[in-house]
């Protein structure tokens, strides 16, 4: 039996949460400016820059996928602390580096130091894990949820102005937000891995795709994991081309763009924060998904379809909020299913996995967009990215229900009474 850590005061939770929410602030803060920074760089189209966008988003994945399960490891042999600080000043230094690039190449390398280091949300991730009892991992997962959109609130407003100045400020404000977070976490977050929670260090367990195969013993969380790709896979979608996509079919300036991705945090923060935490309980891990896939789904298909009016983004961007439920649900399944001294490991797992997809869902969206928002003899259809991700969230439910289908029947029962099926670890 393992000892609990330490309950954490008030300072290292607000912390937690800060990483996350400041994060995205940092990350949020440039999204705007992207296309105009792009194309003063290298003379090139939007469609040609969207591209050029999807390989700075490529490299910077393709290097959290290969360090973040080392990362992981690391902090379960040394702890949370020390990989979260570090984590954190390397995010520091290359939003710096890309403020000051002159050319496009440093960005590229901007983008590869960052990706290397890319290990924050997943270490507050395994925190979560460790402080919360099994029946909380769910809702405090959606708390981490919440943080993410309300930094998805504030980043994009704050650059989308800031870059209508210079499209370099957002860079040197995001590098001064992660910084005065670092010195936060530095005097305020404690160690929460006990000495007899910590584990050796070991290169089985460290490579990236070693910790995906220890944590898919179970059957639960192999499908799950399955799902999560595809889930993942469909929403780097909006990331990786909708500041290119407003600019292309809207004709919207950086503020247009930072007000317009404000709005998708502040549903985001709505749902997750109150609306995920309190229906979850009451419907289950394994509905939420499904309800989440399915509304995230439609208004996928919406953002491809409607015309520039104001009243339908509203109202499409609300509803896809609702696939919020998906990724704290898919969290708490896999959390439920792993063993408390391999949190770590699930965390750098998932890490892995969402790296994959920001690495190649940003690639190949961004050359769908380019296909298709400059044909020439034929319309522009820059939407066209949204319909493909749609079919792949419906394609996603196919490994989703195979997992829930592996639950013991008397799980299966027990969700029929409102609790989830993956109360109970499944066999492997």
Partial sequence: ?????????????????????????????????????????????????????????????????????????LSDRFGRRPILLLSLLAYALDYLLMA???????????????????????????????????????????????????????????????????????????????????????????????????????????????GLISVSKHKVVFGVLMAYFLMQFSHHALTAVWAFFAKAKYGWDEAQIGWSISYVGLTAA????????????????TRAVIIGIAAMSVSMVGYALFSPNWIALLAWVTLGSAGGFMMPGMQGIMSRATPADSQGELQGAIASL????????????????????????APDFPGAPFIVSAIILLVALIPFAWAMRQVPPKAESADKRGMDPAAKPATP
């Fill in 1 to 73: 039996m393992f000892r609990r850590a330490p309950k954490p005061d008030g300072r290292a939770l607000l912390f937690v949460f800060l990483t996350v929410f400041m994060s995205m602030i940092g990350m949020g803060i440039i999204i705007p400016v992207m296309p105009e920074l792009i194309m003063s760089l290298t003379g090139r189209s939007e469609a040609d820059s969207a591209a050029l966008n999807g390989y700075l988003l490529f490299v910077y994945a393709v290097m959290q996928f290969i360090m973040s399960p080392i990362l992981g490891a």
């Fill in 100 to 210: 000051l690039a002159p050319t496009y190449a440093l960005l590229f390398l901007g983008r590869m130091l960052s990706g290397g280091f890319a290990a924050t949300y997943a270490t507050a991730n395994a925190f979560i894990a460790d402080i919360s009892p099994p029946e909380k991992r769910a809702a405090n997962f959606g708390l981490m949820g919440a943080a993410f959109g309300l930094g998805f609130i504030i980043g994009p407003a704050i650059g989308g102005w800031v870059g209508s100045f210079d499209p370099r400020y957002p860079f040197l404000l995001a590098s001064a937000v992660v910084f005065a977070n670092l010195l936060f976490g530095y005097l305020v977050f404690p160690e929460t891995v006990t000495a007899e929670r910590r584990r050796p260090f070991q290169w089985r367990r460290a490579n990236p795709l070693g």
């Fill in 270 to 285: 709505f749902m997750q924060g109150l609306v995920v935490r309190r229906t979850i309980p009451q419907i289950g891990e």
């Fill in 354 to 377: 969402m790296s994959l997809t920001m690495a190649f869902s940003p690639l190949t969206m961004t050359q769908i967009f380019k296909h298709y928002a400059d044909r020439e003899g």
